[in-house]
């Protein structure tokens, strides 16, 4: 069932100039100013820790594999937070909201779901490298090679890329009603389905899977991972060994946890469900506050980058003494 006044996608060369109203916090007016403050330095925050472990990672001679995938994924939270952010903050100042073209709005959701779904599948790599770091130890340089790494890195990226095309374009290819008022800051995938003229199920369906390919299966991969690792751990008769062998392994379940959790409670959920006041607000925490997470976690939990990162402001004093 069509709702009424819906606009035929027929006429490409329309859809393709048709613009969006991103409504953004214009029910927020007393709360713009401390939002966008807090946010801001979270922002500013946020790029400084990534940035800082990317550059300490890359200026590291010798990279262990743990920390080639740290770089990627702090790559990645910079890419994450960039096309998402700066928008946000924009709709914290504009009053009645911004627009944003059909092609900005579907580019914006595609790199949103692209680069969400390379962390899915980065953890992945991450829990394979820490299930052969502890159940392999003697093989773990010859199976964990700079050029399998690589190979794994790419491999998330292109994972990412393509899911995330696919949602887009099944998204994009609805027939949306004329009032094209996203209430959100940015082109989520709820908040643009919210749109779509059709009360059909169907429609539902792409989300779904992209949920399947990029959360279930990811997730269950991960447990298997640690399902072994704890197998592993019970023949370990050291608890000191125990105990470091789980402390490196601490950070990596942190941050899947908090990514999979955000992520799960976002949108493996009924159209029916989706409430934008509550989503805009989850949202606004998902989008710039987990970010700002990851390079704390695991710049207090994990040894490694801790001395890069240390090894990295000695030379930086050393330069400037000089």
């Known amino acids: 069932m069509r709702c009424e006044g819906c606009m035929e996608r027929d006429n490409k060369s329309t859809d393709a100039t048709m613009d969006f109203l991103l409504l ?16 801001f330095i979270v922002h500013l925050a946020t790029l400084a820790g990534n940035g800082m472990i990317f550059m300490a990672v890359v200026t590291e001679p010798s990279r262990p594999p743990m920390l080639f995938f740290l770089c990627q994924l702090s790559v990645i939270e910079l890419c994450y937070t ?3 952010v700066p928008r946000a903050l924009i709709s914290l100042i504009v009053v009645d909201g911004s627009t944003i073209s ?11 779901v692209s680069l969400g779904g390379a962390e899915c599948f980065l953890l992945v790599a991450m829990s394979y490298d820490r299930y052969v770091a502890i159940c392999q130890p003697l093989r773990y340089l010859a199976v964990m090679s700079e050029g399998f790494c690589l190979r794994l890195a790419v491999a998330c990226c292109l994972g990412g890329f393509a899911v995330g095309l696919g949602l887009t374009v099944s998204v994009f290819r609805l027939p949306f009603c ?4 996203i209430n959100h800051f ?3 995938v709820p ?3 919210y749109l779509a003229c059709t009360q059909s199920y169907s429609l539902e369906l792409p989300l779904l899977a992209a949920c399947v390919l990029l ?6 991969l991960i447990l298997t991972s640690y399902v072994c690792i704890a197998a592993a751990l019970l023949h370990v008769t050291s608890i000191v060994g125990r105990g470091k062998a789980f402390s490196t392994c601490v950070s990596h379940l942190a941050i899947t946890l908090l990514h999979y959790g955000s992520a799960t409670f976002m949108y493996v959920r009924p159209k029916s469900s989706y409430s934008p006041a509550r989503d805009k607000m989850v949202s606004l925490v998902y989008t710039n506050i987990t970010p700002l997470l990851y390079p704390l976690i695991y710049s207090l939990r994990n040894k490694e980058i801790r001395g890069v990162l240390r090894k990295m402001l000695r030379r930086k004093k050393i330069a400037q003494l000089n």
Not at 24 to 38: A, E, I, M, T, Y
Not at 178 to 181: A, D, T, V
């Open 215 to 220: 959360l279930l299966l990811p997730f269950l």
């Open 102 to 112: 059909f092609i900005g709005c579907a580019a914006q959701m595609h790199l949103f």
């Open 82 to 84: 960039l096309v998402i």
């Open 178 to 181: 004329q009032s094209h008022r």
């Open 191 to 193: 908040a643009v389905l």
């Open 24 to 39: 953004g916090f214009s029910d927020l007016l007393c709360l713009r100013v401390p939002l966008f403050l807090v946010f």
């Open 186 to 188: 940015f082109c989520d």
